[in-house]
């Protein structure tokens, strides 16, 4: 079915638009709580993070839906368009639903789990490594990139694509703010479809077992995508904590 | 390599600056992660503590239209299908848990379970609401409570299976020792010995699973489908709090949207209350059954 | 060249802990001094004063005067600045596993803004001749990673890297303890060559250690310093009786 390829394409295509911000986002949350927050605030800013781990998808989509898509639509959308409607990619009518917003809210969405994913990681760390890179004459952020980041990079690949491979299956939020229209734009403003919310959306139109079939085989498709992100990023997160001495601070 | 050289003083002045550049920068990234939360939180507070009030806990909904109503069924709607989670999941997760650490060290089918457990986890929730529909809904050729009952409880039964099978492995070796150098047998051992000290986490593990499922949408779309009115019966659809938020959010009336943001008030509180017991709950046991 | 260190009026302190009290000594230039003592008599504590690593522990804190030269390093200098002049060696070689071995060594001059590909070269086989690890692995660069190397290998060549910027001080602490003998020795001949041109301040358990390369040694005892002389005199001749119990091995 080449209007299922299109919608795998369209699922990549978002996720692309969240790989480049998110993860340096989570990453700055994760340098911040393991490196430079003073410890006092330690556990109330990881505990706040997991609590946003914690609210359920409908909760946000319907933040987004009365939130996020009015700021999409007469704030954000109109100022993306002035100054950079030059590249194409907000061209068209803006109703505040589309791409860019569902963009959006799955990147709030996953940042948390990226976060304290990456976390764990950068504390699977030995102090020793730290310790190098300072006597060296390093100064703090020296001393991350080189100590700390560069020794977790495969590391933390493995906790974005566990962040992406929760994006991917991510539906109530993002049916409610993609707009629901099975097509392929350029324009970040367009509407469209992503394999999850094409199920819970035409379900209940589903008439006829081949309606209802070619869902459940997007079902699949979805399915199998996820698994196999999943289990790649498992093992690269595996890789490096499974020898992890505890870290003493 | 005079170190007072001026261009060593140039390059220190840099690397001081990309320092500063960069905790800047850190800082502005935890801030933006942690507004959207305080930005949800408030938004629900401002919006949905004004709809709260004793028809909304006792009442179900109103016929399209009319004002008042409320979300009463929705809510016992959820607990009745959590209950059903719950008793389903929990006694699964648990024993798988136990089988994991005790009975199948090393043993080829136990990383077949573990693996098992792990991609059931990462399946997303939609797909598993979609197998459940084929397996059980369209079988029974109705939509039910327990069909929605055994969506949720497959999928808390991964993290709870998880966490049990480590709680398990922090309790030391010598206590087992100590029960079996007594004449007590494995079965018991496991039961009354290693279950116990490990309780405080493995209950902990189960509250967080039930965190989890209790915001699930996606799967109930499927499997209870939903209710307008007052359902006890396991084999009829039922309503839940999740599904009706859902409902109302995306509908064009401004009735149904307050009710919606009073629903969604409620289902935060009820998992940030799980959220916080588990916190909670976790430290003790951390300083009792731990190491 | 190396630099003399004047220590005036040390304290330290973990959290609420008094670790080092009131230490004051004079560590001559170009020369190899000995620090010994117990386990968690503080002499480690110090010899981390000395680069100012001891403050990286969020609830550590010194007071007191640290020269170097003219420079005083809590005063006159950012902790960057004296770190780089100050070289250290750990007790656990500590290379990093993801950079092959030329890039550990040159990673210091790499931090400093050094780029050159000829300056880099250079120094860093210099480094290596210095650590006495060139011949060993003067094929392998590029090719090998840090930690592919034997422990003693490893130490040498977190040696090397700390050579690599130039130090005036060249601080060890325990650096052979994790090794097996033969390494150990070859660290020791290491030391012995390497101190007409730094100052080196080495923290050991290792008494015997102690007498073959340093020309002064201290003794440490909770927290304090109880004696500070030429080597042979400490081991020979002690004045403290407290040096000479843990000399003739009544405690330690």
């Known amino acids: ?249 | 390599m005079n170190f007072q050289s001026k261009s060593m003083r140039l390059n220190t002045a840099w690397r001081s600056a990309a320092n500063y550049l960069v905790s800047g920068l850190s800082i502005l990234a935890t801030v933006l992660v942690i507004l959207p939360l305080l930005a949800i939180l408030f938004y629900l507070l401002y919006k949905g503590t004004s709809s709260l009030n004793w028809a909304f806990f006792t009442h179900i909904p109103a016929p399209v239209g009319e004002s008042g109503g409320g979300m009463a069924n929705s809510i016992v709607g959820s607990g009745i299908i959590l209950l059903l989670a719950s008793l389903m999941g929990v006694p699964i997760g648990i024993a798988a848990g136990v089988y994991l650490a005790e009975f199948g060290r090393g043993r080829p089918f136990a990383t077949a379970v573990r693996f098992t457990a792990d991609v059931l986890n990462g399946v997303p929730s939609i797909v598993m609401g979609i197998a459940i529909y084929s397996l059980i809904v369209m079988q029974q050729k109705h939509f039910s409570a327990l069909a929605g009952g055994v969506a949720l409880a497959i999928m808390m039964v991964p993290t709870i299976t998880r966490t049990t099978e480590e709680m398990l492995a922090t309790v030391p070796h010598a206590v087992r020792e100590a029960a079996f150098g007594l004449g007590i047998p494995k079965w018991r051992t496991v039961l009354s010995i290693s279950l116990r000290t490990a309780s405080p986490g493995i209950i902990t593990g189960c509250m967080l699973a039930f965190a989890r499922v209790a915001g699930e949408t996606a799967p109930l779309l499927f499997t209870a489908f939903g209710n307008e009115f007052w359902s006890f019966d396991l084999n009829q659809p039922i309503a839940a709090l999740p599904l009706q938020i859902y409902k109302y959010a995306i509908s064009p009336y401004d009735e149904w949207h307050r009710l919606a943001w009073a629903g969604a008030l409620v289902l935060i509180a009820m998992i940030m209350v799980s959220v916080t017991l588990v916190r909670i709950f976790a430290n003790r046991g951390a300083l009792k059954g731990g190491n | 060249m190396g630099v003399d260190i004047r220590v005036e009026n040390l304290n330290a302190w973990y959290g609420q802990t008094h670790t080092l009290h009131d230490v004051s000594l004079h560590i001559p230039a170009n020369h190899a001094t000995a620090l010994i003592g117990p386990s968690g008599c503080g002499k480690s504590t110090f010899v981390r004063c000395l680069n100012r690593m001891h403050e990286t522990n969020p609830i550590a804190r010194a007071e007191g005067s640290v020269r170097m030269g003219d420079v005083d390093i809590y005063k006159d200098a950012s902790p960057v600045e004296i770190r780089r002049r100050v070289g250290m060696v750990f007790q656990r070689p500590n290379p990093f596993p993801t950079m092959s071995i030329y890039d550990n060594v040159a990673s210091g001059l790499k931090l400093n803004g050094f780029r050159k590909k000829r300056i880099l070269d250079e120094v860093v086989e210099r480094s290596l001749k210095q650590a006495a690890l060139w011949e060993e692995v003067k094929d392998d660069l590029r090719k090998k990673s840090g930690a592919s190397l034997s422990g003693g290998q490893q130490q040498r060549m977190c040696i090397a890297r700390a050579l690599a910027v130039d130090p005036e001080v060249l601080l060890m602490d325990e650096p052979a303890s994790a090794l097996d003998p033969v390494s150990t020795s070859k660290i020791e001949d290491l030391i012995f060559q390497l101190k007409s041109e730094y100052t080196i301040v080495i923290v050991t358990h290792n008494m015997q250690q102690a007498a073959r390369v340093a020309e002064r040694t201290g003794f440490f005892l909770n927290g304090k310093l109880v004696e500070f002389d030429a080597t042979h005199k400490i081991f020979t001749n002690p004045s403290d009786k407290r040096t000479e119990d843990y000399i003739t091995g009544r405690f330690g």
């Open chain 1, 1 to 249: 079915m080449g209007s299922r390829l299109r919608r795998l394409w369209r699922a990549a295509l978002y996720l692309w638009h969240s790989c480049y911000l998110v993860p340096r986002a989570a990453l700055g949350v994760a340098i911040f709580i393991t490196e430079l927050c003073p410890q006092r605030l330690r556990a109330p800013i990881s505990f706040l993070t997991e609590l946003l781990a914690a609210i359920p998808s409908v909760v946000y989509g319907l933040w987004a839906v009365f939130v996020l898509v009015p700021i999409m639509r007469d704030q954000l959308g109109p100022f993306l368009y002035k100054t950079l409607g030059w590249t194409g990619f907000f061209e068209g009518a803006n109703f505040g639903v589309g791409l860019l917003t569902a963009s959006i809210i799955l990147a709030i969405m996953i940042l948390p789990i990226i976060s304290s994913l990456t976390r764990d990681i950068m504390n699977a760390v030995p102090n020793s490594q730290r310790e190098a890179v300072l006597a060296l004459g390093a100064t703090r952020w020296e001393m991350i990139r080189i100590g700390v980041l560069r020794n977790s990079r495969i590391g933390i690949v493995g906790a974005i694509m566990l962040g992406l491979g929760r994006a991917l299956g991510e539906t109530m939020a993002v049916t409610m703010v993609i707009g629901n229209h099975p097509d392929i734009a350029k324009s970040l403003f367009a509407p469209g479809y992503t394999l999850a919310s094409v199920i819970a959306n035409e379900f209940s139109e589903a008439t006829g077992d081949l309606y209802l079939s070619a869902l459940i085989e997007i079902g699949l498709a979805l399915f199998l995508v996820t698994i196999v992100v999943n289990a790649v990023a498992r093992l690269m997160v595996w890789a490096v904590t499974r020898n992890a001495p505890a870290r003493v601070n």
